[in-house]
Every structure is written in structure tokens, then in C-alpha cells.
């Protein structure tokens, strides 16, 4: 069974710090995407990753499959910023709708 | 404005009855999926549709059941077989089921059992 692991699960840093999260995961593949859910509860997509490097304004997602290891990577953080982000990976399925296997997230608090 | 829509966002209920999550989306999405979120856990795929009139169990399905009558709903019933039905619930879609398809996600329904 694929197994998601997130670190670290807390994470509190001041504004202007850059910010790492991690993402290990023990099976194949097919994406991985990194979520955000703010304290409301709803979730919003960040990116979804098969290979390499992605970037969006401040936030940069980068995915190794060899070592089944992604990082999302936060620069000049702010408190706006802070949320649980959450690792997720859809193993490789040849089609099928299975839906994806979530890490527990990482609570990150950026202070002013 | 595209997207999900989840209803109602806070929900209570007595022990022992059944309970509807409603999830509408009108992003013409052929795939749609529920999830339940605890504390302290990630979250696990409790039922998926990839289209009309079909559906597939997830990892958590006992006590709950679904419908797909049409595109854009997927109704959830908590049920009350279901053990530990106090939960946040998110509803997702997908344009298809596909492994390269990014998923959409609902605001949620935070229900509490009393």
C-alpha cells in the first residue's frame, strides 16, 4: 500500500523566510500534486507534478522520481501563507478514476 | 464562475439518522470523487464516479452510499451503519478519470454527529 509522509507536520517561521515542505511516497506514480487548505476548510490545487520543476509566482514544486521525494518550496513567505499544504499522489492506474492517496499535511504559520 | 459547490457547509445531526452531502459542479467534469477528512489524518477516498449512473467504492466506503443520476451531482448519504460519521467532507471532480487529471475540490460540509 503506498504510504504518503509529509515533513515536517509543524512548521512556524517568520515573514520573509524561505520555506521548504517535504513529500516522500513508497510506490509508482503517475502525479503528485501539492494542495493548499486554509482554515475554512476548502482546498485549493497548487500544482500537479509528473517530472521536474513547476513555479507560480512565489511557490516552486519540484518532484525527484528516482528518489520518490517532492518539495514545495515557499520564497519571501508571508502570513497570507499560512495554511496546511498537503502532499497527494495518484498512483499510476491505467485509467481508472481511483482517486488519490493524501499525506497528513504540514501546518504552516508564518508570523509578521 | 466554474466550479464546485458544497452544501451546507456546517451540518449537525442525531445519532442513528441518515444524512444527504450534497456536491454540484458545472465545470462539465466527467469525474467526481468524496472524501473524509479526521483530525490528524489525511484524507481517504470514501466513493468515486468516473461517469453517469456508475460508481466504485473507495477505501473507507462502509456505511455510506452514493448516486450519479446526473453529470453534475454526486451525492453522499452518511448512513447510520456509518461508526464514526462526524467528519469534513470534501467533494472533488475531474475533467476525467485519467491519472493526469487534476482534481477540483468543493469548499467542504463539516457534519457533526450528536
Known amino acids: 500500500k503506498n504510504e504518503v509522509e509529509q515533513s515536517p507536520q509543524n512548521l512556524t517561521a517568520q515573514e520573509g523566510e524561505f520555506i521548504t515542505i517535504n513529500c516522500s511516497y513508497s510506490?509508482?506514480?503517475?502525479?503528485l500534486h501539492w494542495l493548499q487548505q486554509h482554515p475554512g476548510g476548502g482546498i485549493v490545487s497548487l500544482f500537479m507534478?509528473?517530472?521536474g520543476k513547476k513555479k507560480h509566482g512565489r511557490l516552486i514544486a519540484t518532484i525527484n522520481i528516482q528518489e520518490k521525494h517532492s518539495s514545495l518550496h515557499i520564497t519571501a513567505s508571508h502570513p497570507r501563507d499560512s495554511a496546511v499544504y498537503i502532499c497527494?499522489?495518484?498512483?499510476?492506474?491505467?485509467?481508472?478514476?481511483?482517486?488519490?492517496?493524501f499525506g497528513k499535511g504540514t501546518h504552516l504559520i508564518i508570523q509578521p | 464562475d466554474g466550479g464546485i459547490t458544497q452544501s451546507p457547509k456546517y451540518l449537525f445531526r442525531k445519532e442513528g439518522q441518515n444524512v444527504t452531502l450534497s456536491c454540484e459542479q458545472n465545470?462539465?467534469?466527467?469525474?467526481m470523487y468524496w472524501y473524509r477528512q479526521d483530525p490528524g489524518q489525511g484524507l481517504r477516498l470514501i466513493y468515486y464516479?468516473?461517469?453517469?449512473?456508475?460508481?466504485q467504492k473507495g477505501d473507507i466506503a462502509e456505511g455510506y452510499s452514493v448516486s450519479r443520476e446526473k453529470k453534475e451531482s454526486f451525492p453522499l448519504t452518511v448512513t447510520s451503519a456509518q461508526k464514526n460519521p462526524t467528519a469534513f467532507y470534501l467533494c472533488?471532480?475531474?475533467?476525467?478519470?485519467?491519472?493526469?487529471?487534476?482534481?477540483?475540490f468543493g469548499p467542504g460540509t463539516r457534519l457533526t454527529v450528536l
Open positions: 472533488a471532480s475531474s475533467i476525467g478519470g485519467g491519472d493526469y487529471n487534476e482534481q477540483f
Open positions: 510506490v509508482g506514480i503517475s502525479a
Open positions: 507534478l509528473s517530472s
Open positions: 497527494a499522489v495518484r498512483v499510476y492506474s491505467g485509467g481508472g478514476a481511483d482517486g488519490l492517496t
Open positions: 465545470l462539465n467534469h466527467d469525474a
Open positions: 464516479s468516473q461517469i453517469v449512473n456508475d460508481f
